[in-house]
């Protein structure tokens, strides 16, 4: 019943989506490192006023590294929710892989794990669910799990991404 229940949901990725990416090989290890992008919670706004779940899945392999540790990811979480909820925003799940590259996990992006997991614990059908990543591994991920995909790059934002999809899905209930 939850399943065919009419569910909106979209999931994304962290770095690079919702805050500054930093280097290749370096991580988000503490809120100090951490920086919103612009108009990010406008953009998580639109998505809630339109009744969408938020979802988080997010790579940390630091963790494996050794360069954080779990209880950093959860403070550093732990502030972003705080932002989040001072905006009256929210994630209603988030999900995380500490693997590192060679760990061979089913969770670590580009494969699937985390999206499934979130089909799993929402219900989703992730036919009708957009993954918004900002690379490569990111949309292959959101194609092995069957979700639609959509990329955030220097020259198209989140809010960009957003307002796109939001208004294709508008005009596509419409036709229907």
């Not at 639109?46 to 963790?63: E, M």
């Not at 992006?109 to 490569?136: S, W």
């Amino acid at each position: 019943e939850a399943f065919v229940e009419p569910q909106r949901a979209v999931i994304l990725d962290r770095d690079g989506v919702l805050n500054e990416r930093p280097p290749i090989a370096h991580y988000v290890r503490s809120w100090e490192e951490f920086a919103w992008l612009p108009r990010t919670f406008e953009a998580l706004q639109l998505l809630k006023g339109a009744g969408y779940k938020l979802l988080l899945a997010s790579n940390q392999s630091g963790i494996a590294r050794g360069v954080m540790t779990e209880d950093d990811l959860a403070q550093v979480h732990g502030r972003m929710k705080g932002d989040l909820a001072r905006a009256g925003l929210a994630f209603d799940g988030i999900y995380h892989c500490p693997h590192g590259w060679d760990d061979g996990c089913f969770c670590r992006k580009p494969l699937p794990g985390m999206l499934f997991q979130a089909q799993r614990d929402f219900h989703l059908d992730l036919t009708k669910t957009i993954f918004i990543g900002d690379d490569e591994r990111d949309q292959q991920a959101g194609e092995a799990a069957g979700c639609l995909t959509a990329l955030v790059t220097p020259d198209r934002s989140l809010l960009d991404v957003v307002r796109d999809y939001l208004s294709n899905k508008e005009e596509d209930e419409r036709c229907e």
